[in-house]
Structure formats: C-alpha cells, structure tokens
C-alpha cells in the first residue's frame, strides 16, 4: 500500500489522511458497500427514550453492529429489521485499519452512516466500546461534509474543517473521546454517488482484549451490561 501523508491536529491523537483513497479505490470501496447494503439495508436509527429519528441512515458491518433506538445505544450481533448477522468487513476496509489504526487487534464493527444532504450528526462521544485504547478509523466517501471536533467535555473549544471523499481521520491517543460531529454536507461536490451524497465508514474496536468476538452474542452482551 503507498505511503500517505497525516496530518497532525492539535497533537492529541488526531490524524488526519487527506486524499487516502484515489478516485478508483474510492469507487471499488463504494462497491463493498454497496454489497453490505444488499445484505444488510439501511435503516433510520431513533434517539434513545423520545424515539425520534436520525438526520442519518445506517448500516454496519462486521461481528458486531451499532444501534440507537427508544432502549438506548448499544452494540448487537444482528440487523434490527431483518433479524440476520452483520455481513463481514470488507478485506480493503480491513485493510486500511491495518495501515492507519497503529492497533494490533482487528476491528470488530464498521457503523456505515449514509448522510443525505440535509444530514448532519451533532457534537458526540464514541464511548459505547469497552476498549479505549483502539482508535476509531472513518473513512468519507461522496460528498463533502463540515467536521468538527472539540475535546473531552461538550464545551470545550472545537475545530472545524472539511472532509471530502477519500479522506480518512483517526481518533486515538488523548483523541479517542473527543467530542466530534458533523455539521453540514456540501450536496453535489462529488459524483461517486449517483444518488449524491456522503458515506462514513467508521470502524472499532469493541470488546477488551481476550473477548473472543468470533462468538458475537457473547461478545455483544459483554458491552451491554459492562
């Protein structure tokens, strides 16, 4: 795989690869994707005890899959609608985990977010893993969007700067529960999509060191009543 070249923000554990993928790469990951989704369709997550709807739709891939209904957050085994097993992670996003992550251990989730052009995802925590010491790796295809990252706490001071298709950040380090979101997408700054607009790919690693994750049930109930 070709060297890229990071970019170092704040010096807290974020790094950020502009340009990882080249349009080709980008259109043979949209096509993994697009595979998952056929397995695995999107479905419109709900905000947990009020039930009302994400901006975003959503899919994952892997042992183990993110949910968000009127019970809360919460890793699963299976598709909430079709009932059936996450399909696997694509090997190219398998991959790049193993290029970026500076991790030993494979990802065990890929949350698939698809973001319409009037989408967004507002300032959050990605504390839902048992295991902080991985990163959280995403990947930006399609269209453009604002992102924004600020620190520990909600009111800590953000920075904001804009991914486009290819890109890829990484939350490690003193990053790794940064408040990050997305504020905005710039509908038509890309054409990977036929349809238009933005896919995140965001991989984790879920389970503490020593979980078996080829035993998913096993693997999603150590998260739930951690």
Sequence with gaps: MAAQTSLEIGGAGLRLYPGYLARERQAAMLAAVRAVFAAAPLFTPRMPKSGRPFTV???????????SDESGYRYAPTHPET?????????????MWNDVAQYPRPPEACLINFYGPAAKMGLHQDRDEA????????????????????GLKRGDATHSFRLNSGDVVVL???????????????????????EGGRINLTLRRVTRPGVETSSPRRAAAEIIHD
Excluded: E, Q
């Design 83 to 95: 009932g059936k097993p996450w399909p696997p992670v694509p090997d190219a996003l398998i991959a």
């Design 57 to 67: 739709r959503m899919s994952n891939c892997g042992p183990l899959g993110w949910l």
């Design 131 to 150: 295991d902080f010491a991985a990163p959280v790796v995403s990947l930006s295809l399609g269209d453009s969007c604002l992102f924004r990252v600020g």
């Design 172 to 194: 490690g380090g003193g990053a790794r529960l940064a408040f990050h979101g997305v504020d905005r997408i710039y509908p038509g700054t890309s054409t990977l999509l036929a």
